[in-house]
């Protein structure tokens, strides 16, 4: 989904930080707001995760040894296959490098599920096959359900398996990944004039977000059919 669609929301109401407004979210039949048992099965990942100023990846680990049965080992590897300095402030740590520390705990934690907030951001294309790979291993040897959100579709097909596409924040569609994913195209137009959704008449979006005379689109058009559609 772009941005606003309501992704992070999504899963902090998934893994009970938030509460709902209205209706009842249940992992394993059981409400996950305030519940200490389904929360224990958890591990959440935000975009921008909370630390101390004097944080350091050593230090972090007697917090989250508090919460979850944590395996140190897996979550030093994990450091030095990133090449982290393991006493250093995260406070001095590029976006890059914070999101490997927060990653190598989340594989360290092994939860039941696991939720990632734009879980590929800020890293490099080699960190990017490491985390896919630790995540593949992940399900393969725990049964973990992994949850991710991100802006691109793309990122995500060739490590899972389902997807949902939320629009302002509703769910606009859903289903197997690899069935879907040749069904849906992005597209930036520029126009001369300022333009109007009711402009384009015979036209079906999955989501339109206009800025004066630039419109990016989702549509289930190839590119053939979606310009020659727009030409009228």
């Not at 209205?22 to 048992?37: A, F, H, R």
């Not at 350091?56 to 590897?77: C, E, R, W």
């Amino acid at each position: 989904g772009i941005n606003g669609a309501g992704k992070s929301t999504l899963l902090r109401l998934i893994s009970g930080i938030y509460q709902a407004d209205s209706g009842t979210i249940l992992v394993d039949n059981e409400p996950s707001y305030e519940n200490e048992k389904v929360k224990s099965d958890f591990f959440f990942l935000p975009d921008e995760p909370y630390y101390g100023i004097n944080t350091t990846p050593l230090s972090i680990i007697a917090l989250y040894q508090t919460f979850y049965n944590f395996d140190k080992d897996v979550y030093i590897n994990y450091l030095n296959g990133f090449k982290l300095p393991l006493k250093k402030s995260l406070h001095n740590f590029s976006k890059g490098m914070k999101r490997q520390v927060f990653i190598s705990l989340a594989l360290a934690i092994k939860p039941k599920y696991l939720l990632l907030d734009e879980a590929f951001d800020g890293l490099d294309p080699i960190a990017r096959l490491t985390v896919k790979r630790a995540i593949i291993d992940l399900v393969s040897e725990n049964n973990t359900t992994v949850i991710i959100s991100s802006h691109s579709l793309r990122e995500l097909e060739d490590i899972c398996d389902s997807y949902c596409l939320l629009y302002n924040k509703e769910i606009a569609s859903s289903g197997n990944i690899d069935e879907q994913i040749e069904k849906y195209h992005k597209y930036q137009i520029a126009f001369e004039k300022e333009m109007q959704k009711e402009d384009f008449e015979g036209i079906e979006f999955v989501s339109y977000v206009a800025d004066k005379r630039i419109i990016k689109v989702v549509v289930k058009d190839d590119y053939d059919t979606f310009a020659n559609k727009l030409s009228k």
